[in-house]
Nanobody, 121 residues
Framework: VQLQAFGGGLVQAGDSLRLSCALS????????MGWYRQAPGKQRELVAD???????NYAESVKGRSTISRDYAKNTVYLQMNSLKPEDTAVYYC????????????????WGQGTQVTVSS
């Protein structure tokens, strides 16, 4: 199972950015996909995630400025971020919570390689 993230870059405050992450490999079911971020000197934190049923969850810091979505056919998750702020600067990691086999009793977490988002003031 592999996750490939795209879309990071250097933008100015107030700009928008769209991250995408594609999942490939063999598995039974994806239960959730999401985005986390880690700024220098800080712990990794949840930005947003989306379940199979489409239920979404956002960090308070991005609520109202970001939208997470999934293309279920392509096993891809997107994060549209608007009105970016310098404090959004971080490495963004995509995550997938997967039931690897039909007989598995628990999910496994998989991570993408991270994509840098830098917002200049």
């Amino acid at each position: 199972v592999q996750l490939q993230a795209f879309g990071g870059g250097l933008v100015q405050a107030g700009d928008s950015l769209r991250l995408s992450c594609a999942l490939s490999g063999s598995f039974f079911r994806i239960n959730a996909m999401g985005w986390y971020r880690q700024a220098p000197g800080k712990q990794r934190e949840l930005v947003a995630d989306i379940t199979n049923s489409g239920r979404t969850n956002y960090a308070e810091s991005v609520k109202g400025r970001s939208t997470i979505s999934r293309d279920y056919a392509k096993n891809t998750v997107y994060l549209q971020m608007n009105s970016l702020k310098p404090e959004d600067t971080a490495v963004y990691y995509c995550n997938a919570r997967i039931l690897r086999y039909y007989y598995s009793s628990y999910d496994n977490d998989y991570w993408g390689q991270g994509t840098q988002v830098t917002v200049s003031s």
